[in-house]
Structure formats: C-alpha cells, structure tokens
C-alpha cells in the first residue's frame, strides 16, 4: 500500500490515534452506555409526568377573553354598515378577510403549554444523545469493514446491516425534533386564529386536540428512543465477533 499511495507518517500516527480512541469510545458505548440508557429510559417512563391518564389536565388557559359583542345601531338588514366596511376597504386599499383586529393581547404575552414545554425540554437532549451515540458507533463499524474482495463477505454483510439499523435511528431522532417544531408551528397558527376570532369555539377545542396529541407522541418518542437502544445493543452484542472480526482465517487451512 506504501508503494501506491504515499502517506506521512506523522498523519498516520494521528490517524492510527484517532481509530484507537474511535474505538475504545464506541466500545464502551455499546457494553456499558445503551444498557444504562434504556433502563433510565425505562424508569422515565414510570415517571408521573408521562402517566397522565385524564388528557385534560395538561390543558392549557389560552388568557383571551371573548370582548363583548358589537351593536349596530340605524342599520336596516345591514345594507348600510356592509356598504360602510366596503366603502373602508376600498378607502384603505385592504383586501383581508374580516376578522377582530388583534393590535396588543390584552393580558400579555400567549405562554406555550408549560406541561408540554417542560416535557420536551427534557426529551430533546435524549434525541440529540442518541444521534451522536449513533453516530459515534456507526462510524467504528464502519472503520471495521475490510478491505473489498471476492467471496467470505458474510461478517461483511452483517456490518453492512449493522451501519444501515444504526442509520435508520439517526435519521428516525431527528425526524423526532422536526415534529416538536411542527408542534410549535401549528400550535401557534391555531392561537393566532383565536385571538382573531376570540368567538369561534372550535379554534379554542382545537388548540386543546393538539395539546393531547403533542402529549402522546412525546411520550412515544421517550418509548421509541428506549426501544432503539435496546434493540441496537441486543443487534451488535449478538453479531459482535463478526461485527469485529468479518473474515476468520479458517478458509486458508481448506486449501
């Protein structure tokens, strides 16, 4: 290989360093941080904070209150005050739908879901945790693939699988975080419907709906993030000696 390609020797040393700590980082991951993971996992589960049984109590005061209604008064069938709103329109060159103009929240600022706030902010560092564990493992399996050759590649296709699981996870943690900001996003569309139409009841049920489901799937995610360290840590401790050593030098002695 030092014939086809040079390489310094002073990288090499580095480069040879880095493996090794590469290594005894990812090995220590597998024996000792997943089983310590997933059982916290597990005990955060049994946690009261993720065993609400009656969804109606992580329902949150939205503090707007209904304004009182409008008369109008030497409006016969509303002709005039349609023709007055029309005659403003063109006036002011708006076009939007009609609704409460919302200038200033007449209690304050609109707080999230403190319940929901408190539980994600303690579920996305396990998310983050897991993807750079992943990713950490993912790459030792791979600097343990050899070099390509023809036949005895079982051992080689087991890590081949053993880096797609762990690449699969990676990408199922972050298509968690994306749902938490989606949360968010969606969460505060319907607030700012409510404010504009305080009235309409439904706007205000609907914010609870989502409240309830952010609640459940956050209490999935804590179960998946559980699962995945059980079922990555069961995967390579099973496979381990072909995940280290993927071609035996048995087929010599057959020749």
């Not at 065993?51 to 005039?80: C, F, K, Q, W, Y």
């Not at 919302?102 to 403190?114: A, D, R, T, W, Y």
Request: net charge neutral; hydrophobic share 35%; aromatic share 6%.
């Amino acid at each position: 290989m030092s014939g086809l390609l040079k390489v310094d020797n002073a990288l090499r040393t580095k480069v040879d360093a880095f493996r090794e700590r590469m290594t005894a980082e990812a090995e220590d991951l597998v024996a000792s941080f997943f089983p310590k993971k997933l059982l916290e996992l597990d005990g955060f589960l049994k946690e009261p904070l993720l065993n609400i049984s009656d969804l109606a109590t992580i329902h949150s005061d939205l503090n707007l209150p209904v304004p009182e209604p409008i008369m109008l008064t030497n409006s016969h069938d509303g002709l005039d005050s349609a023709r007055n709103i029309k005659k403003r329109k063109l006036e002011d060159g708006e076009s939007n739908c009609p609704g409460t103009k919302v200038f200033v929240i007449p209690n304050g600022m609109l707080k999230s879901n403190q319940q929901l706030v408190e539980m994600i902010e303690k579920i996305k560092p396990e998310i983050r945790t897991l993807m750079e564990k992943c990713n950490t493992v993912k790459m030792w399996v791979q600097l343990l693939i050899p070099r390509i050759e023809d036949g005895n590649n079982f051992g080689v296709s087991i890590q081949e699988e053993t880096v797609a699981e762990l690449r699969t996870v990676e990408s199922e943690a972050a298509s968690y975080l994306d749902q938490i900001s989606r949360y968010y996003i969606t969460r505060a569309k319907l607030v700012s419907k409510v404010a504009k139409y305080p009235h309409v009841e439904d706007y205000r049920r609907t914010v609870s709906e989502i409240d309830e489901k952010e609640y459940i799937s956050l209490r999935l995610i804590v179960s998946e993030l559980r699962n995945q360290y059980v079922t990555l840590h069961d995967m390579i401790i099973k496979n381990i000696e072909k995940i280290k050593r993927p071609r035996n030098s048995n087929t010599d002695a057959l020749y």
